[in-house]
């Protein structure tokens, strides 16, 4: 499939829903996402996030609202296959590919996020 302005996370695996109600990042790689770590993070690598969207989830964690992100992995048709809620989460780090004062989008090298509950959705 192609990458189409419909879905600009068509190349990425995993993609995430920070509470929205709509996806606003995608991500190929994700660490964590296994029922009884004990560890309770979840590390998202090499991603794009849409930067309006994370500096206004980003103020909503600052505040303390409580919030729900889902993440699913997409199969090959780009429909959901399996997702998981991460409940309560916090960001623990991130780490930014270069800035592009161009660009609308934030490229995350990454995003580790701590949680106070995991669960299949």
């Known amino acids: 499939m192609t ?5 600009p996370f068509a190349q990425f695996s995993f993609v995430l829903d920070p ?3 709509a996806v606003q990042a995608g991500f190929q790689e994700v660490n964590g996402l296994s029922a009884g770590q004990t560890s309770k993070t979840v590390t998202l690598r090499r991603g794009v996030f849409r930067a ?3 500096e206004e989830w980003r103020r909503t ?3 303390g609202t409580d919030r729900v992100v889902i993440i699913r992995l997409r199969n090959e048709a780009q429909t959901s296959s399996t997702s998981w809620k991460v409940i309560s989460p ?3 780090k ?3 590919a ?4 161009s ?3 934030v490229a995350m090298e990454e995003l580790v996020l701590g949680y106070d509950r995991l669960e299949s959705a």
């Open 98 to 101: 270069p800035l592009n004062a």
């Open 94 to 96: 991130y780490t930014s």
């Open 61 to 63: 964690l600052r505040a």
């Open 90 to 92: 916090r960001i623990i």
């Open 19 to 21: 509470g929205t109600g």
């Open 52 to 54: 309006h969207a994370f």
């Open 3 to 7: 990458l189409t302005a419909q879905d």
């Open 103 to 105: 660009g609308t989008d």
